[in-house]
RNA sequence: GGCCCUAUCGUCUAGCCUGGUCCAGGACGCGUGCUUUUCAAGCAUAAAACCCGGGUUCAAAUCCCGGUAGGGCCA
């Protein structure tokens, strides 16, 4: 067995472009990437299109552009130098063929006339038996003679792979040692025909040819190894090493689906989740650096991984703290950066129309919201009283404890009166203005002296119609005189 | 069904290789408190786990054996 490492560390990750760029590829290649870059070595991207009815370009660029918003950089691969191929299989067409070729006349596989049909009894058959399904290996000991006549009489036929009789054992960099007995497995087929190989010879043909070294993947793929470490042998090539990642789970621990939850990578990048937090949340779940550290930009995690570190257990990916890491990345943030992520989302929800505010206020409005983000989106929900013209609410938001009604009036008339004798429109002064009347109001009313809420609810409710919302004070700063008074009056109307 | 992988708070995990410092540490979430007009953020604080059963040992989350459970792959 040939388990010639190469030198040079070179990793891969191999999507198909048959779907949305699904997060558990974001996750091999954020892992793969790090390996790379840890190493010194080459991150390479492989376009695996050999279902050509699947298959779309459409696909193939959005693995592109989200890879791109991660961070996430390849080496070689497609967009490279303006360069598609060598990279994408259905280029590749004549190299899988050489050796298919190679092994069909070194008897190594075998052309296969078995039908659908009959495979599918025998399975039915074997399976009632109790017995593990597997390919009876009929057509291999076919003679020359026959397989010529079947061929020019056009008989449907695959090419099957001889799998030998015989444990395979491997190292995985995560697992440690893992032993198959590949017997149990039966003949596989690897290609329909000379023109269409299928995934499992097509991989090991492309990890050789682009001299991978490492091929580190999610752990679905560990019982595919053994007969793909045969096959390589077959061909003589070396063997690179292998790691099984573990797999991101849904809540109920069953493999990342649709079902459950988002799953392509553009879902949350369109939620407004960024891309460090993401980064961040998925090398975390699989991997500790050991340390009591939470908090990894790329370029650290690049400097402190180790794939020995990487855990075995799948791990569930749970929103609630991606949610976390995310509020804390929008937090960190420089408010211009975070205003210019928002505006998208605003203008969306039809709240920004250009012009119509100033760079300067909308810095205001992003920075009194963004506690309250976990994810960008949550800016139209959070900001929107500030867009409109005219906020709705129901009237009984605007009672603060048991405050009476005509209470409520009188607190309103209380600010309007106060902000209206007010010279400088100034966060600051507006606070202290209200905060100078709010103790004698509840004097006069009756209510606890420190309980400024019976004067601050009802004005904030009106400025904001909300139940949570930043403070009156930084509202009206931000909506202006005007605006504010015109609320405020709004609000005694309704009474 | 067969094969393989895995197993520490609800969740992500540290500790396991090199037994004692672990009546198991951190984080998210949840509870409480502080701050406070609200919510959020921030700060403080509590509750919460070694899958089970044997063995080895003076001593086991850590080593060994056997179960169990979950998951993946094949079809």
Redesign the pocket.
């Known amino acids: 067995m040939k388990t010639t490492v190469k030198k040079e560390i070179r990793v891969r990750i191999a999507p198909s472009p048959t779907g949305s760029a699904h997060i558990g590829t974001a996750r091999t290649a954020l892992f793969n990437y790090l390996f790379a870059k840890k190493n010194k070595g080459k991150f390479v991207l492989r376009i695996e299109d050999t279902d050509k009815e699947r298959s779309e370009q459409k696909w193939t660029d959005e693995i592109l552009t989200e890879l791109r918003w991660l961070g996430i950089k390849w080496d070689e691969g497609p967009d490279i130098g303006g360069k598609f191929s060598p990279y994408k299989q259905t280029q590749r067409m004549d190299i899988y063929k050489k050796y298919l070729e190679k092994l069909l006349s070194e008897k190594k596989s075998y052309y296969c006339f078995c039908s659908e049909e009959e495979l599918e009894s025998k ?1 039915q058959d074997q399976l009632t038996r ?1 017995v ?2 597997k390919y009876d290996g009929k057509c291999r000991n076919l003679s020359e003679k026959e397989i010529q006549k079947k061929i020019s009489s056009k008989e449907k036929a695959v090419i099957r792979f001889k799998v030998a009789d015989k444990k395979i054992r491997f190292l995985d960099l995560i ?2 040692m ?4 590949a017997g ?1 497995l039966g003949d596989v087929v690897i290609a329909k025909d000379l023109g269409t190989p299928l995934y499992h010879f097509a991989v090991v043909v492309d990890d050789f040819e682009m001299q991978i070294s490492h091929i580190i993947r999610g ?2 793929h ?3 190894t053994p007969r793909q470490i045969l096959l390589q042998e077959a061909l003589g090539f070396y063997q690179p090493v292998y790691a099984h990642l ?2 991101m ?1 849904n809540m ?4 990342m689906s649709k079902r459950q939850g988002d799953v392509a990578i553009s879902d949350y990048h369109k939620n407004g989740y960024l891309p460090e937090a993401l980064i961040n949340f998925m090398a ?3 991997w ?1 650096p ?1 340390t ?1 550290k ?1 908090i990894f930009s790329l370029a650290k995690l690049v400097k402190e991984f180790s794939i020995e ?1 990487v ?6 990916f ?1 929103v ?2 991606l949610d ?1 890491i995310n ?2 990345y929008i ?1 960190e943030k420089p408010i211009e950066k975070l205003t210019e992520l928002c505006i998208p989302y605003l203008k969306e929800a039809g709240l920004l129309i250009a012009g119509q505010i100033s760079e300067n206020k909308l810095e205001k409005i992003i920075e009194v919201s963004k ?2 983000m976990k994810k960008l989106f949550d800016i139209v929900e959070l900001s929107g009283f500030f867009f409109v013209d005219k906020v709705a609410y129901d009237k009984n938001l605007l009672k ?1 404890d048991d405050m009476k009604d005509g209470d409520i009036k009188d607190a309103l008339l209380l600010c309007d009166k106060t902000l209206s004798e007010l010279k400088d429109w100034e966060i600051k002064k507006i606070e202290w203005a209200l905060m100078g009347v709010a103790g004698e109001f509840n004097r006069q009313k009756g209510y606890p002296e420190k ?3 019976f004067l ?2 009802p004005m ?1 409710v009106a400025l904001s119609g909300k ?7 930084e509202i009206s700063d931000i909506l202006g005189r005007e605006k504010t008074l015109k609320r405020i009056r709004g609000a005694v109307e309704k009474l």
């Open positions: 399975r109790g593990a399904p697992r440690g893992v032993e198959f007995n149990l752990e679905e560990l019982s595919n573990p797999l789970l109920d621990k069953s493999k975390l779940l699989g500790n050991g009591e939470e570190k855990q075995k257990a799948g791990a569930i749970n609630q703290r976390f509020g804390f937090r506690t309250r603060w309980n400024r809420g601050l609810w904030r139940q949570f919302s930043p403070s009156p004070f």
